[in-house]
């Protein structure tokens, strides 16, 4: 999908604004070639009242339908594809009690089943979609299959009216707005959830760009001044708006807004235990709640918890699909070639996730640097291939892309503190891939290097330190095979090349030519520790080439008094003074 970002002479749009009504002209912001419906430019332009985002094409598409997500990309949206967290952050400030929610446009329903299966609440949904039809066959929701409005019969309000990335897809939002308004009537509270349409720019990851742009869907992209200009013209008295990422959650009514909470961790986790326990779950369905939990468990500290849940996930793998996660540099990454169904056919949805969360428990339980560079690696390799696979058919996936990141930042950081040579893989990533390569925007290869070299330093062993320092000579083209190539060999330790070099000169001139190397790498200023290092190596080494004048001159200039106080250093330069 080709983004381009117009400049300001760029021709402005007049048309009403769907959120204020401001007749325009509003200013083009973004044109999607030939990705919008029959093939046609999908074109964004930015109101200059509200600041709201919305497309020229106010058609969308039609929701209704019977039929539901063949089986990848069910699984996919069950183990990976919905926001799980996400779509009940904003339910945080709900307690339990006899309240009834009303879900507009959930599709599967999972708040709903939240509320229900936690809180003790009744929900009713409304969404037209094939999907609401899975939910309630797996959850036994009480789903209306037609869309909510204001025509809709309501014997009494709603408690809650809660619509989680819907309104964005709504070609008038006034009456949609409206209609959640009358599901609440004055007494209860609206809740809703949108890409904020400020995070459309060409700043943003594309793993997060493309689902916020998802042409031919997402009609309005509501800025936050918009979001509450459009619920206070809805009748509503009391509107919060708040930003986070890149999203907006709103909160309205015309009683006490309650207080901003974050979602509790432990209600997130009694969710996922207890439909973890519901018997004959679907497998994907059950592999998506697992992997959820594992996340919460790391994430919360919990890591031997963690490590035993990952062994229970991976029984399960081999089961489908006759791969072992427990062997990393086994898996196979699919061809560059296959097709998403391909792709979701032979591997989990959440394949990198698992392998990067079991690389953090390598790394902080079982402390084993070379393990979890194994498991960051095949995960940093997984995403790209996944998302790759799943682009042709417009779906992109922001958690997998940010994962993909991680993974390779920890891996690199592992691999090295196992005294792997991962230089030419840096460099590579440094100067970037290429449409082949491993998906990564151009600012995180920017910033990898210093972050890399941030957690080394933080190691305090300055040999750990001067390989993630040490630029390669030369760099390759192909950063996956280099990828690949480190995970398949195991990561042997290779020699630290510039103390290597000190430690086996033959001659002073080597020692100072070595020692020089290390002093002029790129950041060697910022690591102390590494030159210190390479300056007790020359002192040593110059005294047992029988250089004892120079090793004595160097310790003078250097007026050192961590050497002055080591004691290598001190015996060394008492053999030359009895020497000479």
Not at 6 to 16: G, L, N, T, Y
Request: glycine share 10%; aromatic share 8%.
């Amino acid at each position: 999908m080709q983004f381009i970002w117009p400049d300001e002479a760029a021709e402005p749009v007049a048309c009403p604004c769907p959120v204020c009504a401001h007749p325009g002209p509003h200013k083009m912001v973004l044109t999607l070639p030939e990705s919008g419906p029959k093939g046609a430019d999908w074109r964004i332009v930015e109101c200059p009242d509200c600041l709201s985002r919305f497309s020229t094409d106010r058609a969308g598409a039609d929701y209704r339908g019977d039929e539901v997500p063949d089986a990848p990309f069910l699984h996919y949206y069950l183990e990976q594809g919905a926001g799980l967290r996400s779509m009940l952050e904003p339910l945080g400030f709900a307690e339990p009690g006899e309240r009834r929610m009303l879900e507009i446009g959930g599709g599967f329903g999972f708040p709903s089943d939240y509320v229900q299966t936690v809180l003790g609440w009744k929900a009713k949904c409304y969404d037209p979609s094939g999907l609401a039809v899975l939910g309630r066959q797996y959850l036994g929701l009480d789903i209306t299959r037609d869309y909510w409005t204001s025509d809709t019969p309501l014997p009494e309000p709603f408690d809650v009216a809660y619509a989680s990335e819907v309104v964005e897809h709504i070609p008038e939002p006034a009456p949609f707005l409206a209609a959640m308004r009358h599901a609440v009537g004055g007494t209860g509270i609206v809740v809703l959830t949108t890409p904020d349409g400020a995070a459309l720019n060409p700043g943003t990851t594309p793993g997060m760009l493309i689902p916020i742009a998802s042409p031919g869907l997402h009609l309005t992209l509501f800025s936050a001044r918009g979001l509450e200009m459009a619920l206070r013209a809805a009748g509503f008295i009391q509107v919060r708006v708040e930003s986070h990422g890149t999203a907006l959650r709103a909160f309205a009514t015309d009683q006490t807004l309650p207080e901003p909470r974050t979602l509790d961790d432990d209600r997130y986790r009694t969710y996922l235990h207890r439909r973890i326990a519901t018997p004959d779950l679907v497998p994907a369905f059950l592999s998506g709640l697992r992997y959820r939990l594992m996340k919460e468990l790391v994430n919360g500290g919990e890591l031997a918890t963690a490590l035993a849940l990952y062994g229970e996930i991976a029984a399960s793998m081999r089961d489908r699909f006759g791969i072992d996660i427990d062997q990393p540099q086994t898996l196979t990454v699919p061809d560059a070639a296959i097709g998403g169904r391909e792709w979701l056919s032979a591997l989990p949805g959440n394949l990198t996730g698992l392998l990067y969360f079991r690389a953090v428990l390598a790394n902080n339980v079982e402390a084993d640097a070379r393990r979890a560079a194994l498991f960051a690696g095949a995960a940093a390799l997984m995403g790209p291939s996944l998302r790759r696979a799943i682009r042709p058919l417009g779906i992109e996936d922001g958690e997998t892309e940010a994962l993909s990141m991680a993974a390779l930042h920890l891996h690199l950081t592992a691999a090295i503190g196992a005294g792997a040579d991962s230089a030419t893989l840096l460099a590579t990533v440094e100067r970037g891939g290429g449409d082949g390569g491993l998906l990564l925007p151009a600012r995180f290869r920017a910033l990898l290097r210093g972050l890399v070299v941030a957690d080394l330093r933080a190691t305090g062993n300055s040999r750990i330190l001067w390989q993630g320092l040490r630029v390669a000579e030369s760099a390759s083209d192909d950063e996956v095979s280099l990828l690949r190539a480190s995970v398949a060999s195991g990561l042997p330790p290779s020699p630290v090349t510039g103390f290597e070099g000190i430690e086996a000169a033959t001659d002073p001139a080597e020692v100072r030519a070595a020692f020089w190397a290390i002093w002029t790498t790129p950041g060697a200023a910022e690591a102390p520790a590494t030159i210190a290092h390479a300056r007790k190596l020359t002192l040593i080494r110059l005294v047992l080439l029988g250089a004892f004048a120079e090793a004595e001159a160097l310790f003078a200039a250097w007026e050192s008094p961590a050497l002055a106080d080591d004691a290598s250093v001190t015996t060394a330069l008492s053999i030359a003074a009895s020497a000479r």
